[in-house]
């Protein structure tokens, strides 16, 4: 009776010591990231399978090295023209969406190991399904350092190498215009409208746009705050901006537009051809993109030519290209980015 008590016992540590060890390993096998809205999210240890929902994070994942685990993207990434032309295999990448919404059924035959996403309702979709998501949205500087960090994190392998270097260069670049623009006092106004569909849909303060604008040696001529707000076309006259940025077209498309519209046309900058595309990458420079980094030098060249005269705009896109990409723009290739062309 006592020898089979003992089995018993033996066999139930036997057990519990087994169960134990696999969850240690089940454990190592993990690991949990903290994600931009705060939550806390279990994913693999070792991620070779990314589903990435928001097209700026595609040109983070792209940065630090990851492109080769993405198995999702958006339609809008594949279409990407400078994207596509640094790394050609994107357009074979599965794109699990009909319109603006997330194909679950799709998005799982992907076999992701995690999911990456901006927008709630695609996270909330991808939950349901039981698939780790980690929400990459940003709305700043300091925002876009912790996501940066955050996706390295994900990707893991030499990523989070890559990310420390890249917020360097994104320090040195702002430094580096600050140093140039010590003591300037003139501050042009400056207007961005998000994209030449809607020219009275504009980017107002305590956005990432304002951001820049300041850094660059300007103020935001609308004071209203808010991420692609809309305002009318009175109040963009009565602030009469003497630089106009519209982003998602090129400076030769954008001056033909407000020339051509009859409520524009008489603005400051419109008669001083001081309108310009914003320059669009692997992702559009002015919002969402690691290309942050080049957009404050330009910008600051823009508003202020003299104190950054010593800054070559297409030096800096080429090895930034050459660093992040492992892509050598020619100079035409740096010059069509700068103006806006795809």
Excluded: C
Excluded at 174 to 185: E, F, S, T, W
Excluded at 211 to 226: F, H, R
């Amino acid at each position: 009776m006592k020898k089979q008590v003992l089995q018993v016992v033996m066999g139930l540590g036997a057990l519990v010591l087994g169960i134990t060890l696999m969850s240690a390993v089940h454990a190592s096998q993990t690991h949990t990231v903290t994600d931009m809205s705060g939550r806390q999210v279990k994913i693999p240890r070792k991620v070779n399978r990314v589903a990435d929902l928001w097209h700026a994070n595609n040109e983070v994942v792209l940065l630090l090295g990851g492109q080769k685990k993405l198995v999702a993207t958006t339609p809008m990434i594949k279409k990407t023209p400078w994207f596509k032309t640094v790394d050609p295999q994107i357009t074979q990448v599965k794109s699990p969406f009909a319109g603006q919404e997330i194909q679950i059924e799709e998005l799982l035959k992907t076999k992701p190991d995690v999911v990456i996403a901006a927008d709630p309702a695609q996270i909330k979709t991808a939950q349901e399904a039981k698939l780790p998501v980690v929400n990459a949205m940003f709305q700043d500087f300091a925002g876009l350092r912790k996501s940066v960090k955050l996706t390295a994190q994900v990707l893991g392998g030499n990523a989070p190498q890559v990310a420390n270097q890249y917020l360097k260069t994104l320090d040195r670049n702002i430094n580096l215009v600050k140093q140039n623009l010590n003591g300037v006092q003139s501050r042009p106004t400056v207007l961005h409208i998000v994209g030449p569909t809607d020219l009275t849909k504009v980017d107002g303060t305590k956005t990432i746009v304002d951001e820049w604008i300041k850094l660059a040696g300007g103020q935001n001529a609308i004071q209203k705050s808010g991420n692609m707000i809309s305002v009318t076309s009175e109040e963009l006259v009565k602030a009469d901006p003497a630089v106009i940025i519209i982003g998602q077209t090129s400076t030769k498309q954008a001056r033909r537009l407000l020339s051509q519209d009859d409520r524009f046309k008489n603005l400051k900058a419109v008669k001083d051809h001081r309108v310009y595309g914003n320059p669009q990458g692997a992702f559009p420079w002015d919002r969402y993109s690691g290309e942050e980094a080049l957009q404050v030098l330009w910008a600051a060249k823009l508003l202020h030519p003299k104190q950054m005269q010593k800054v070559n705009m297409t030096q800096e896109t080429q090895n930034f290209y050459q660093k992040y990409y492992h892509y050598q723009l020619t100079n035409q290739q740096a010059h069509a980015i700068l103006a806006g062309d795809k």
